[in-house]
């Protein structure tokens, strides 16, 4: 196990068949985009609040589609995590694909996707199916079927993916992200 300060990502040893799956809210960006979107939304156009409150009954999936809906994120506002978009890029530029799998909305995640162009595949929440946690393992077993993967994520939500995947790369991992690594997985790295 080694930090980002003992990393460079170009000596990342890459199998060309394993693709690397990345996290979007806390490990590409160092905000959650539904948080972003909202506080967005509250300082340019409170009055859209009421429509997106009207959606909760309709469950998180049904919420976050709404908001997405009624408010357009700008990817370029986001605070990206440069470490981590080094490593994506060095692991691509070594072969291995990379895939965007996130419990954001499809709308958001397409357009962070479309702006950093380091992605080769998407996985996202739909309006009705929210892709967190085991939604997301299930989604990237649908994808790549039982073939191995790497996954890179920050909180408590990932640690089943971590333990279902080949390398558990962590990046400013939670608490119980912290307690859960060493038993329920090994962690590959961590990115501080």
């Not at 000596?11 to 959650?32: E, I, M, N, Q």
């Not at 049904?62 to 986001?78: A, M, N, Y």
């Not at 995590?81 to 291995?96: C, F, L, P």
Request: hydrophobic share 40%; net charge neutral; with cysteine.
């Amino acid at each position: 196990m080694s930090t980002d300060s003992s990393h460079n990502p170009a000596s990342v040893s890459v199998d060309t068949s394993v693709p690397l799956c990345v996290d979007l809210d806390g490990t590409l960006v160092a905000v959650d985009t539904l948080h972003h979107t909202l506080k967005g939304m509250f300082i340019s156009r409170p009055w859209l609040l009421v429509p997106a409150a009207l959606a909760l009954p309709k469950g998180r999936s049904g919420f976050k589609h709404r908001v997405s809906q009624l408010f357009d994120i700008d990817p370029t506002t986001l605070p990206y995590r440069n470490r981590v978009i080094d490593y994506i890029s060095a692991a691509r530029q070594n072969g291995q694909p990379t895939v965007l799998a996130t419990a954001a909305t499809m709308h958001i995640a397409r357009r962070v996707f479309d702006h950093i162009a380091i992605f080769d595949e998407l996985i996202a929440s739909e309006e009705g199916v929210n892709r967190k946690g085991t939604g997301k393992l299930d989604a990237i077993r649908e994808r790549f079927g039982q073939s191995p993967f790497d996954y890179m994520g920050d909180s408590s939500a990932d640690i089943p993916i971590f333990a279902a995947c080949r390398r558990a790369i962590l990046v400013h991992p939670s608490a119980s992200v912290r307690q859960a690594s060493g038993t329920s997985f090994q962690p590959y790295l961590i990115i501080e």
